[in-house]
C-alpha cells in the first residue's frame, strides 16, 4: 500500500499510524482497559491492504469495519465516528468554503442549540444556513454588498457574535442581545417587575446583571405593613427559583450576576450566601467595592455601614474584618468576586448620566439600568498566516475583520428586536457594542510565545490597544456617515473624536459557545487541560486534545494514543518527559501559570479596553487565603474593572474534574476550555 485516494481525487502517501490512531479511539470509547487490542486488529488492518497500491479513504474505512467484526461495540463506536466525519463533511459543504473546518464538538453544539428546528423537533437547517440567516438579518438596512462581507467573516470563523444572535436572528422572536441589566428598587412592585422582565428576556436566551444595593437591609422596618424587611439575599431567591424554572428558553442554562455595595448593612449575608452548593445555583456574585473601602483595608480602619432607605449609619466595622470574610468566602467557594465601582466609573464614557453599580453575569460590560448588551469576538487563531514554517500575526487581516464586525454588531442594535421600550430606548441612546477576541492562548501556542512570559503579555496589549484604535476609528466613520450615539455630546468622546456611533466599542467575553463552534480556547483564557476526556452522548467517552498541542506532537514525531491518554489523567504535560521541553513550555495549563501573569494578562487587556474582562484567576486546589488575597490586591493595583477567582475543586459541580476509577480528566459535553465549572455564562 503506497497511496490513499482523497474524496477530492487527489493522491497522498499513505501514512498508518493514522488508522492506528482511529481503531485505539473506537476501542477507547467502549473498551478502555482493552485499548492494547487495537494493534492488533491494526495488523489484520494492513494484512488486508496487502496487494493494493491505491485504495479510496472510503474502501480503506470499510476494511478497517470488517477487521473490526470481533468487537462488535468497538465496530459500531468505529462507525459511529465514521458516520460523525461524514455530517462534518456535509456540513462543511454547505458552507462553501473549504479552508475551514468545524470540529465534531462544534457540529453536536450548533445541532443542539443552534440550527432551526420544525414544529416535530427535526433541524431544518445546516450551518451554512444559520451563518446565511444571521448575515441577511443583520445586513437588512445595509448595504448589499454586507450580506455577503457578514456571511464569509462568520463561516470562516473569523468572528462570531453572542449566542442570542446565533439562536434568533432572522425568526419570530428576533431578540439578538446576550445581556441586560435590570433596575432593583426597593419596592415589592419593583422587586417582582424585575423578576417578570428577567424571566422573560432569560426565555429568549439572554442573562440578566442586578444591583440589589437599594434594598433596605434585613430586619428594617416596612411602614406599609408594620413588618421588618427580610432583606436583598431572601429576595435574590426569589430571581433564582423564577430562572431555574424559565432554562433560559431551554438552550442554556439562566445566567444572572448579583451586585452588592460593600457598605451595604447585609455585605456578610451576601458575601456567604453561596457557601451551600445549592443556593443561588443561577447567580454569579460580586461585591461593590470602592476606593474608600480599599483604602480603610489598607489602613485597618472602621467602614461605616449604611442604610440605603435613609442614608443613615447602621454601624461601624472593621473594614479589614469585611475583606477577610470575602477572602475567605472566595478560596472556599469562588464566590463573591469583586467588581471595582470606582475603577469602573472613572473609565465611563458617559460620566453625566450617572454612575454604574451594575454588570452583565460575566461581568465584562458595566451598564446602566435598561441597557442591553451586543457582543462579538473576532477568532486571533484566523488572524495568523503561514510564512514558511512559521506563523505570523496579519495585521492587515485583523484591521480589516475589527471594521467590518464593528458595523456588524452597530446593524444588530438596530435590527434587534427589544423585550422591553425602556431597553430599547436605552440601548439606543448609547449604542454600546463589545467586540473582542477569542483563540488567544491557542494563538500564542502557534506563534511558540509561552502563555507565562513578558512576550505574551507585550503582543495581549498590542491586540488590545490595536483593537481600541482601529475600533474607534471604525465607529467614528460609521458615526459621520449614520449619525453618533444620541448621549454623544454628553459623552467623554465629543472633545476626542468628530462623530461617534457607539459609546464602547471593545470588550473581552468569556466566548464558551461560540469558542467551541470555532474549536478555539476560550477568550483571553489559558488552556485548562492539554488533553482531557469528555462524556459524550450515550455514555460514551471522547479522547480530546488541544488542536494545537496534537498537531506539534504528529509534527515533532512524539503523538501516539497512549501518550494522549496518560496526559489526560492529569492534563498537564509538564512531567512527560516524552513531550520536548520548549512544547512543555509552550503548553502551561491555567493552574500551572503564576496568578500573577493571570491578572497582569487581564490587565494588559483591560488598559485598551472600553468596557471590561471577563476572565478567571485559576488557582490550584493548595492555593491559600493569602494567595487569593494577593490577587484581589493585585487586580485593583493594576487597574481592573473587577476579578473573578477560582480555586480547582472549590465547587462540587465543577464541569472539569479527576474521576474514579480511571483517574481521567473528565468533563462535560460541552465543556467550553477556559470555564471550568458549571456556573460558566455562555455568551
Avoid at 364 to 383: A, F, T
Avoid at 408 to 417: A, E, K, R, S
Wanted: glycine share 8%; aromatic share 10%.
Amino acid at each position: 500500500m503506497k497511496f490513499v485516494k482523497r474524496r477530492d481525487g487527489s493522491l497522498v502517501k499513505f501514512d498508518g499510524k493514522r488508522i492506528l490512531y482511529a481503531i485505539e479511539r473506537a476501542f477507547f470509547e467502549v473498551r478502555p482497559d482493552e485499548i492494547n487490542r487495537a494493534r492488533l486488529v491494526y495488523k489484520k488492518v494492513l494484512e488486508a491492504m496487502k496487494g493494493f497500491d491505491v485504495l479510496s479513504v472510503d474502501e480503506i474505512q470499510d476494511i478497517i469495519e470488517k477487521c473490526l467484526m470481533e468487537f462488535p461495540d468497538v465496530q459500531l463506536a468505529y462507525r459511529d465516528y465514521r458516520t460523525k466525519k461524514d455530517e462534518v463533511r456535509r456540513f462543511m459543504k454547505s458552507l462553501g468554503i473549504s479552508d475551514v473546518k468545524l470540529t465534531m464538538n462544534a457540529i453536536t453544539v450548533l445541532k443542539e442549540r443552534y440550527l432551526a428546528r420544525d414544529a416535530n423537533g427535526k433541524i431544518i437547517e445546516t450551518p451554512g444556513e444559520l451563518f446565511k440567516r444571521v448575515a441577511k438579518t443583520i445586513a437588512k438596512n445595509d448595504k448589499a454588498e454586507y450580506e455577503e462581507k457578514f456571511y464569509n467573516m462568520m463561516a470562516r470563523l473569523e468572528f462570531l457574535p453572542n449566542s442570542p444572535t446565533l439562536f434568533n436572528a432572522g425568526r419570530e422572536l428576533g431578540q439578538l442581545s446576550a445581556c441586560f441589566v435590570l433596575p432593583v428598587h426597593d419596592s415589592l412592585e419593583s422587586i417582582f417587575e424585575a423578576v417578570k422582565r428577567t424571566a422573560i428576556i432569560e426565555q429568549s436566551g439572554g442573562g440578566v446583571g442586578f444591583d440589589f444595593s437599594e434594598l433596605r437591609p434585613k430586619g428594617d422596618i416596612v411602614k406599609s405593613t408594620k413588618g421588618v424587611a427580610s432583606g436583598p439575599v431572601s429576595f435574590m431567591r426569589v430571581f433564582d427559583v423564577a430562572t431555574d424554572v424559565i432554562k433560559a428558553g431551554g438552550r442554556r442554562r439562566g445566567a444572572m450576576m448579583g451586585v452588592l455595595a460593600v457598605n451595604h448593612p447585609d455585605i456578610f449575608d451576601f458575601i456567604e450566601a453561596k457557601r451551600e452548593s445549592s443556593y443561588l445555583t443561577n447567580f454569579n456574585i460580586s461585591v461593590g467595592i470602592t476606593d474608600k473601602f480599599m483604602d480603610a483595608v489598607a489602613e485597618g480602619g472602621a467602614f461605616e455601614l449604611v442604610n440605603p432607605r435613609d442614608g443613615s449609619i447602621v454601624r461601624k466595622v472593621s473594614a479589614r474584618d469585611i475583606w477577610k470574610r470575602i477572602v475567605k468566602s472566595a478560596w472556599e467557594t469562588g464566590d463573591p468576586g469583586l467588581l471595582f465601582i470606582d475603577t469602573i466609573n472613572k473609565r465611563n464614557p458617559t460620566p453625566k448620566l450617572g454612575m454604574i453599580r451594575a454588570t452583565n453575569p460575566c461581568g465584562e460590560v458595566p451598564l446602566y439600568p435598561y441597557e442591553s448588551c451586543n457582543l462579538g469576538s473576532i477568532n486571533l487563531v484566523r488572524m495568523l498566516r503561514r510564512e514558511g514554517e512559521r506563523h505570523v500575526f496579519d495585521w492587515d487581516k485583523f484591521r480589516e475583520t475589527i471594521a467590518l464586525a464593528v458595523r456588524f454588531l452597530d446593524n444588530l442594535i438596530d435590527v434587534n428586536n427589544y423585550p422591553y421600550p425602556e431597553i430599547e430606548k436605552t440601548t439606543k441612546a448609547n449604542r454600546k457594542i463589545g467586540l473582542g477576541v477569542m483563540g488567544f492562548a491557542d494563538m500564542l501556542a502557534l506563534l511558540k510565545i509561552p502563555y507565562d512570559s513578558a512576550a505574551a503579555l507585550r503582543l495581549g496589549e498590542k491586540i488590545a490597544k490595536f483593537l481600541y484604535d482601529i475600533s474607534h476609528s471604525a465607529s467614528e466613520q460609521l458615526g459621520l456617515e449614520r449619525g453618533s450615539f444620541p448621549n454623544f455630546k454628553e459623552s467623554i468622546w465629543s472633545e476626542r473624536y468628530s462623530a461617534m456611533r457607539n459609546a464602547t466599542t471593545t470588550v473581552i467575553a468569556p466566548t464558551g459557545s461560540i469558542s467551541i463552534i470555532a474549536g478555539v480556547s476560550s477568550g483571553i483564557e489559558p488552556i485548562f487541560a492539554v488533553a482531557f476526556v469528555r462524556n459524550i452522548l450515550g455514555g460514551k467517552r471522547l479522547l480530546e486534545i488541544n488542536p494545537v498541542f496534537e498537531r506539534y506532537a504528529k509534527e515533532y514525531g512524539f503523538y501516539s494514543t497512549k501518550l494522549m491518554l496518560r496526559i489526560a489523567r492529569t492534563g498537564s504535560i509538564q512531567d512527560i518527559s516524552e513531550v520536548p521541553k520548549d512544547i512543555r513550555r509552550i503548553f502551561k495549563t491555567a493552574h500551572e501559570i503564576p496568578y500573577a501573569q493571570h491578572i497582569k494578562v487581564q490587565a494588559s487587556f483591560q488598559k485598551y479596553v472600553d468596557n471590561s474582562v471577563s476572565k478567571t484567576i485559576n488557582l490550584p486546589a493548595g492555593a491559600s487565603q493569602k494567595d487569593v488575597e494577593r490577587a484581589f490586591k493585585l487586580a485593583y493595583k493594576l487597574g481592573c474593572k473587577g476579578i473573578t477567582i477560582y480555586r480547582y475543586g472549590s465547587k462540587p459541580e465543577q464541569v472539569l474534574s479527576f474521576v474514579a476509577p480511571k483517574k481521567y480528566l473528565l468533563a462535560h459535553a460541552e465543556y467550553a476550555g477556559g470555564c471550568p465549572t458549571g456556573k460558566c455564562p455562555m455568551p
